[in-house]
T-cell receptor, first 116, second 111 residues
Framework: GAGVSQSPRYKVAKRGQDVALRCDPISGHVSLFWYQQALGQGPEFLTY????????KSGLPSDRFFAERPEGSVSTLKIQRTQQEDSAVYLC??????????????FGDGTRLSIL | SQQGEEDPQALSIQEGENATMNCSYK?????LQWYRQNSGRGLVHLIL?????REKHSGRLRVTLDTSKKSSSLLITASRAADTASYFC???????????FGAGTRLTVKP
């Protein structure tokens, strides 16, 4: 498909487990973003990649959160030792340009993470 | 922390009516964008307005921006039931790359 693809769509994990969420951006898109969206709220910025370089990780809530994009395309968001407060929808977005400033972002449908 | 605040939080109208949603923000911006989100789906970009623009149109959408008041409005004319969704404004600052979203307006258009 031509859009941003995220997998899995739903993930249930027990507290303390590690999880990995995958994002396939639109082919050729330089910029990639991760967001966390709590129920009834807007997305909150987590981190930003330009190609393989993670240029901004100021939104990651703790050192249990780690993101990578080793080859500048697919990205993985990893959460270690999950806590109940990590339950949310995790959205990935990509945009064509080098920055997110002047271009629309294209979002995937997200991964809904539930921590029991 | 979220940058923008949408008003109202929820809006219910009849098909054919116009819907107006407002957004206020706190810091200087490079641009402001409006997105739509259907339940259980990702966000879809609607329109981008730059800080030096005052008004922009796209189909049935009209966006205004008042940088002196740090506010924007989204007008959807002749609404349809398919317009039912949550609408978010997002601001992009000059100083960094991240977009900051408000909590959104939940629009319901009754057929």
């Amino acid at each position: 498909g031509a859009g941003v693809s995220q997998s899995p769509r739903y993930k249930v994990a027990k507290r303390g487990q590690d999880v990995a969420l995958r994002c396939d951006p639109i082919s050729g898109h330089v910029s990639l973003f991760w967001y966390q969206q709590a129920l009834g709220q807007g997305p909150e910025f987590l981190t930003y990649f330009q190609n393989e370089a993670q240029l901004d990780k100021s939104g990651l809530p703790s050192d249990r959160f780690f993101a990578e994009r080793p080859e500048g395309s697919v990205s993985t968001l990893k959460i270690q030792r999950t806590q109940q407060e990590d339950s949310a929808v995790y959205l990935c977005a990509s945009s064509l340009g080098r920055t997110g400033k002047d271009q629309p972002q294209h979002f995937g449908d997200g991964t809904r993470l539930s921590i029991l | 922390s979220q940058q923008g605040e949408e008003d109202p939080q929820a809006l219910s109208i009849q098909e054919g009516e116009n819907a107006t949603m407002n957004c206020s923000y706190k810091t200087s911006i490079n641009n402001l964008q409006w997105y739509r989100q259907n339940s259980g789906r990702g966000l879809v970009h609607l329109i981008l307005i730059r800080s030096n623009e005052r008004e922009k149109h796209s189909g049935r959408l009209r966006v205004t921006l008042d940088t002196s008041k740090k506010s924007s409005s989204l007008l959807i004319t002749a609404s349809r039931a398919a317009d039912t969704a949550s609408y978010f404004c997002a601001t992009v600052r000059y100083s960094n790359n991240d977009m900051r979203f408000g909590a959104g307006t939940r629009l319901t258009v009754k057929p």
